[in-house]
């Protein structure tokens, strides 16, 4: 351990709540929508992010595995069914951790293409932070301009003030994010199909890309030598490690994630104190009777949550390699970027792969001439 590997203030605390923009709206849809029941999975972020504390010391974030979540809020999905697909992507994460195969694919990766999925993850995070606000736009502007002005406050916890300020406006006008519900308990049949063809392979796309490589990256930018030790072969352990222990007991899949990085570090984040303090909150809620951790987060209203979310993207969207990449990089880092926003990061990381190929090609036929 260092000095400053783990530390305990306001600064720390409102750096934690920074990715709940992401976080919240997720977890609690799940809950809601896809029936599951609230104290293993708020059980189950606090063990990964009291972990990961330790393991990285650094605001390293702990994420709902987003393509899964977004099918079970969308179809009929089974406790038994979302647990398989989590252990497989678990599993293959742990395989590719392991081995090593993991540092081979992130350096195979060209950093013009990388550049491109930063910048469509980026953007598809500002979508989905206009989606939060657009029900109550007002008080989304309200939210953000509160958010920038006490940023300019460097003395005072931005996200945190913005946090309790939108619980207590959820609480008093019934205007939290969703309602709280489900109580399924882990079983029900399994539908191998759904696990591995809708769950599983969707969600090692997006893993690979934004929670291993790209959150990796990230973790240099926004804290230099300290996080050498943030590398692809470690978040794939630990992502792969955490989904074998927990899914079973009826977590929902998880994993990390650069936005969450960006968020973190974004609103004051510098140590591991502040993914210890988010564990240790998410613990103190699952201990909660009858659901009452989910209940407490659920009245959090959405536009806030929003405007946490657009700040996050900013800040992960904004970087020095678009800035000071090469003229003839910039075509490859759009092209990777559309199609990371229109489709998905596989398909951004296809379209940037063949564009830098082609733009090597261009290259050497200019030279030749």
Request: hydrophobic content about 55%; proline content about 6%; overall charge positive.
């Amino acid at each position: 351990m260092r000095s400053g590997d783990f530390e305990f203030d306001l600064r720390e605390a409102s750096g934690a709540l920074g990715d709940l923009g992401t976080l919240l709206p997720l977890l609690l849809g799940a809950l809601a929508v896809g029936g599951l029941a609230a104290t293993p999975v708020l059980a189950g972020f606090g063990l990964a992010y009291c972990a990961t504390a330790l393991i990285y010391r650094l605001p390293v974030p702990v994420q709902p595995m987003k393509a899964i979540v977004a099918v079970l809020l969308v179809t009929e999905v089974t406790p038994a069914t979302l647990a398989a697909s989590s252990v497989m992507v678990g599993l293959v994460l742990v395989i590719l951790g392991t081995t090593g195969w993991i540092d081979r694919i992130g350096r195979l990766v060209p950093h013009s293409v990388l550049a491109g999925l930063q910048l469509g993850l980026g953007i598809a995070l500002a979508v989905m932070a206009l989606d939060l606000m657009a029900g109550a736009p007002a008080l989304a502007v309200l939210s953000g301009a509160l958010l920038l002005g006490l940023l300019h406050l460097t003395r005072l916890p931005a996200a945190l003030i913005v946090v309790v300020l939108a619980g207590i406006h959820g609480l008093a006008t019934g205007s939290g994010t969703v309602p709280a519900g489900g109580d399924a308990a882990a079983g029900g049949p399994l539908d191998l199909r759904l696990a591995v063809g809708d769950l599983a392979l969707p969600q090692l796309a997006l893993t690979l890309t934004n929670a291993v490589v790209l959150t990796s990256l990230v973790a240099g930018d926004c804290y230099g030598a300290r996080a050498r030790h943030v590398t692809p072969r470690r978040l794939s352990l630990t992502s792969g490690a955490f989904n074998l222990a927990l899914a079973p007991l009826g977590a929902l899949p998880i994993c990390h994630g650069a936005g969450g990085l960006a968020a973190h570090h974004g609103f004051g984040a510098r140590s591991g104190g502040a993914p210890l303090m988010l564990g240790m909150a998410f613990l103190a809620l699952a201990a909660l009777p009858q659901g009452g951790g989910a209940a407490v987060l659920a009245t959090v209203t959405a536009p806030a949550l929003g405007a946490l979310l657009f700040f996050a993207a900013g800040q992960l969207t904004w970087s020095r390699r678009l800035i000071d990449c090469k003229p003839s990089c910039r075509p490859v880092i759009a092209a990777t970027a559309a199609a990371a926003v229109l489709w998905d990061p596989f398909w951004g990381l296809a379209m940037g792969t063949a564009s830098e190929a082609l733009r090597i090609v261009l290259l050497r036929r200019v030279h030749r001439s």
